[in-house]
């Protein structure tokens, strides 16, 4: 007998929708509708809510590893995280797929169910890759502190590589899409919603490495190559508006600082 | 003399280097230092040229004590000279790594006063960077020929990639441009670079702690459209390159005027060859991913590639017996053959055909670009539905893939301009 199609009104959360996952198979119905804590509750399918519940969720997720094989359950904790529209539906997708064919499941590239999961994902990591390079930080008063405004929530993948690459700094990166931020410290680290967050003016010694990295910029471009459509190809106009390369100093500077040239002798000996 | 203005100078005399690459090695950051390095590389950003950007790349200096006809660092050109000291250089690096501007550093030399003198120097800079600093990113050095192959060795134990240009394609034009720089004073470090990997590869498999001398390999660059060796020639040596001396990456870099030396192209009206550097570099990939040889890409009767296509249809248009190839069935060689297949698609089709026949529908999922690929694919047997093209309309169908398809759209105006 086909399963009822409801309506699953969840907390947004991947243990949230673990528990939906949970329900569906428990209660025989198949949800074709997800819907956040926020959006508006009116459906022409029934609508459940599910309240999450940690020990159902891990039961889920414990299943994952040995039902979809290890990169399949890497499909489906990576796809949380994109931005692709529905995505709590094409998970499930997957999942009922992958819970009735076990691990072959990620081989069938040409099924849509599973051609739409792993294109999200390939986007997830291509802009996560992308900002392992374009992330620009500034040293404010001995903290690293950065913004970026990803589609995808990149911050879980981003996280090794930068606590990795620098150990003994403090660090701050700020998601501006979807207020949170990675704070990091020497042998500690978390990934933490925030409000209100904005990067404060820049000292004298870090506008005198902007200027510097500007210069080298500009310079090593050269002229007779110039190719603005291969530029923009390999690193789209997005990304430049948090890019240190393309800002001026004028709207970072502290205001007792703009005024002055920054003293660049002053660095080395 | 201000560090900004040093830095304009030596990146300025840098820019001319073709290799920016952050790529073979996996390093993970330890707990005191700074930087880690990966496998896959690091662009962080890209310059108005299109350019990546993903190492410091200055010069130690630009004083030059030789006089390379085709160098804008030459010793005879009227130009800004600086030179960086050693500290300067390490705190520059490790405030650029900090702000994640760079992945780590190119460091190159003209030659101030002898090869020795300006190694040493290089030297010190990296000694004081991965001891003082501890930093742990990638560094990429240049050997500087005629230097003393000791001196040459200890750069290769700070550094992780080496490099050394071979500047022009053949032996004469060497001797005509660099009259400094012989072909065996290029070549002979490089063998010796190479036999130093290969022995510190085998020291490591029986020693964890063995000195890492270049893990990351080396690489050499060469100028392109300045002399008149054919491509078939330059292909050539690129694959006895990758060959013999086991390097990594062979870069090209198109001629740019920056002399008036009557040996060279008229800097009036020169060209640089950018599309043929493309081209050359796309046969570049097709020997170091696709399993093509050079003498299968290029030949006596057509010694230069076909600026028009690119050299993976060239060959599949002069080699039609091999097509169509059977996307069920084939195996991975043949398949990297197609024009419109590469390896990540090529890879994919084997694991998805393992779950089912493909369609063309399918195939499209995949990634293979059927644009190109369809005229050289059936699948389970079938050709593209509605798919008629005879071999001479082979040929106007891919070139028409290549071209600018329309004119570019343009505001309408009132007024007649000219009128």
């Known amino acids: 007998m086909a399963w009822t199609q409801v309506c699953h009104q969840y907390d947004g959360t991947f243990a949230g929708f673990l528990t939906c996952v949970f329900e569906s198979y428990v209660n025989h119905e198949e949800p074709v509708e997800f819907r956040g804590p926020e959006d508006p509750c009116c459906s022409l399918y029934p609508l459940r809510t599910i309240a999450t519940h940690p020990e159902r969720a891990k039961r889920v997720y414990r299943s994952l590893g040995p039902r979809l094989g290890p990169e399949g359950r890497e499909w489906v904790i990576r796809g949380f995280l994109t931005c692709l529209p529905q995505r709590e539906l094409y998970l499930w997708r997957f ?87 990675l704070f990091h410290q020497p042998g500690k680290w978390a990934i933490l919603p925030v409000e209100g967050f904005t990067l404060g003016p820049a000292g004298a010694e870090e506008l005198a490495f902007r200027q510097m990295w500007r210069a080298f910029y500009d310079t090593i471009a050269i002229e007779g190559r110039r190719n603005e459509k291969c530029r923009m190809t390999q690193m789209p106009k997005r990304y430049w508006a948090a890019m240190t390369e393309f800002q001026k100093d004028w709207d970072t500077a502290l205001p007792q600082v703009a005024g002055q040239k920054p003293p660049i002798s002053s660095i080395g000996d | 003399m201000e560090l900004l203005d040093k830095l304009n100078i030596l990146a300025d005399a840098a820019k001319y280097d073709a290799s920016c690459a952050s790529s073979g090695l996996d390093r993970a950051g330890r707990p005191g230092g700074i930087g880690s390095a990966s496998m896959a590389g690091c662009c962080h950003t890209f310059s108005a040229d299109g350019r990546c950007v993903s190492l410091l790349k200055v010069l130690l200096t630009n004083f030059c004590a030789y006089d390379c006809a085709y160098c804008v660092n030459r010793r005879s050109n009227d130009l800004p000279r600086a030179a960086f000291t050693p500290r300067e250089l390490c705190e520059l690096t490790i405030g650029f790594y900090r702000r994640n501007y760079i992945e780590g550093l190119f460091l190159s030399s003209a030659v101030l006063r002898n090869p020795d003198y300006t190694t040493e120097l290089m030297i010190q800079t990296l000694v004081l960077l991965r001891t003082e600093y501890r930093f742990g990113g990638y560094v990429h050095a240049k050997a500087i020929p005629g230097a003393d192959p000791l001196l040459t060795r200890r750069l290769g134990l700070l550094a992780d990639r080496l490099s050394v240009n071979i500047e022009l394609p053949s032996a004469p034009s060497l001797a005509l441009l660099a009259p400094d720089k012989g072909r065996e004073a290029v070549l002979a470090p490089m063998a010796r670079i190479r036999e130093e990997i290969s022995q510190s590869r085998r020291e490591l498999a029986l020693y964890r702690h063995a000195p890492r001398f270049a893990p990351a390999g080396q690489s050499t660059q060469m100028i392109v ?84 296509l690119d050299p993976k249809c060239c060959w599949a248009l002069r080699h039609l017996e091999f097509f169509p190839v059977e996307v069920n069935r084939a195996d991975y060689e043949a398949l990297l053959r197609v024009p419109g297949i590469g ?50 309309g082979l040929l106007r169908h891919l070139l028409a893939l290549e071209a600018p398809a329309e004119p570019v759209p343009e505001q309408l105006s009132l007024f007649d301009p000219a009128g």
């Open chain 1, 95 to 181: 999942l009922r797929m992958g819970f009735c064919r076990g691990p072959a499941v990620i081989r069938e590239l040409t099924d849509p169910r599973v051609d739409k999961l792993r294109k999200a994902v390939l986007f997830l990591n291509r802009e996560a890759h992308l900002y392992t390079g374009f992330t620009r930080f500034s040293d404010l008063h001995g903290v690293l502190a950065g913004e970026i405004q990803p589609k995808n929530r990149v911050l879980p993948l981003l996280r090794p590589h930068f606590c990795g690459r620098y150990p003994q700094e403090k660090l701050v990166l700020h998601d501006s899409t979807h207020g949170e931020a």
């Open chain 2, 225 to 308: 459209g300045a002399t008149p060796e054919n491509d078939r020639h330059i292909l050539s040596l690129t694959q006895g390159l990758y060959d013999k001396y086991k390097l990594k990456r062979v870069y090209y870099s198109a001629y740019m005027p920056v002399s008036s030396s009557p040996l060279l192209p008229a800097p009036r009206d020169f060209q640089p060859p950018l599309l043929r550097e493309h081209r050359l570099y796309q046969a570049d990939w097709l020997l170091r991913f696709y399993h093509f040889r050079a003498e299968e890409l290029l030949d006596e009767s057509q010694p230069d590639l076909d600026p028009r």
């Open chain 2, 343 to 392: 390896m990540i698609s090529a890879r994919r089709i084997l694991t998805a055909r393992r779950a089912g026949p493909l369609t063309f529908e399918g195939l499209k999922r995949l990634g293979v670009v059927l644009k190109r690929a369809q005229y050289f694919l059936t699948c389970s047997g079938r050709c593209l539905e509605g798919l008629r093209v005879n071999e001479d």
